[in-house]
């Protein structure tokens, strides 16, 4: 059986990884995509726990959050399509993803909240409905991921769940250390 290696990532100097040692079936991906749908209410629920203006995440609110979510999944979406439809995906983070994640959340800075939203929730959309058209074939496929790393297909839709639940994980800590003070 093949060995996946999942990557987590808050930024370019704080690397996780997890191994997954099994075999990639359709139904891998179906559980994935249950899970996407899980994490995204999570997210929903928690991040509206906090006030728009708080900070989360290290100089982030909310909504620079959901920007920096939103410019991965558009990242990510656009990789599946490209490898959906033969051609290699573009690396959109050639200087990096602390680069990348600065970019993407400096130009939605003037967005309002509310539209950044509803672009995380049609970019993250876009890349669930290309994960669902996926053949069995390409998942076990290599590949470059949008921030120059390669791995399998399957390593790059689970590493954006994963992505997720690092963060959702983070905002867990904030709110219990917030109520221990």
């Known amino acids: 059986m093949p060995t996946f290696k999942v990557r987590l990532w808050a930024t370019a100097s704080q690397k996780n990884e997890t191994k997954c040692t ?14 996407f749908e899980q994490m995204g209410q999570a997210l929903k629920a928690i991040l509206n726990q906090f006030a728009p ?6 100089s982030w609110t909310r909504k620079e959050v959901l920007a920096h979510f939103a410019g991965w999944y558009d990242a990510a979406a656009a990789a599946l ?3 959906l439809n033969g051609r290699q ?3 959109v983070a050639p200087l990096g993803p602390d680069y ?3 970019r993407t959340v400096e130009e939605r800075a003037d967005l309002p909240y509310e539209h950044v939203v509803r672009e995380w929730q049609m970019n993250r959309g876009q890349f669930l409905e290309q994960v669902r058209r996926l053949p069995e074939s390409l998942l076990t496929q290599q590949t470059v991921f949008p ?4 791995g399998t297909v399957y390593d790059l839709i689970a590493g954006q769940l994963h992505h997720e ?3 959702y994980d983070e905002f867990v800590e904030r709110l ?6």
């Open 22 to 35: 099994r075999g990639v079936a359709m139904h891998d991906i179906t559980t994935l995509v249950h899970e």
């Open 53 to 58: 203006d708080e900070e989360i995440y290290p």
């Open 81 to 83: 399509d490209a490898l």
């Open 89 to 91: 995906p573009e690396v």
């Open 100 to 102: 990348y994640n600065a």
């Open 147 to 150: 921030w120059g790393e390669t």
């Open 165 to 167: 639940r690092y963060h």
């Open 176 to 181: 219990s250390s917030r109520s221990r003070a």
